[in-house]
Nanobody, 125 residues
Framework: QLVESGGGSVQAGGSLRFSCAVS????????????MGWFRQAPGGGREGVTT????????YYADSVKGRFTISQDNANGTLYLQMDSLRPEDTAMYYC?????????????????WGQGTQVTVS
């Protein structure tokens, strides 16, 4: 189970930090190669990849729209995934989801991930 926390409302230019707690999925985080990431979905839009991390940080990916503003990290002791979001913009408003799956390469396609959190809302005004 993936459980996100930390969403909320913030003014443009502000910051938010998410966490995604991992339980029951040690078969993923205990394997040599796995991907975890953050996706977002704005009203009326598709689910887009924001940032991903391979096996606890071996490599990371950021969408161009968030490079330099968002940072993904992971506590390898318990698998908890974090997303630090700085310099937030109104266009960052969306529902944010944590995702995970076994992969040796982390794509930014939502269809490549089989495990999802319930989502947490971010509103930037």
């Amino acid at each position: 189970q993936l459980v996100e926390s930390g969403g909320g409302s913030v003014q443009a230019g502000g910051s938010l930090r998410f966490s995604c707690a991992v339980s029951g999925y040690t078969d993923i985080t205990g394997s040599d190669y796995y991907c975890m990431g953050w996706f977002r979905q704005a009203p009326g839009g598709g689910r887009e990849g924001v940032t991903t991390s391979l096996s606890g940080g071996k490599s990371t990916y950021y969408a161009d729209s968030v490079k330099g503003r968002f940072t993904i990290s992971q506590d390898n002791a318990n698998g908890t995934l974090y997303l630090q979001m700085d310099s937030l913009r109104p266009e960052d408003t969306a529902m944010y989801y944590c995702a995970a799956d076994h992969h040796t390469f982390c794509s930014d396609y939502a269809s490549d991930y089989g495990y999802w959190g319930q989502g947490t809302q971010v509103t930037v005004s």
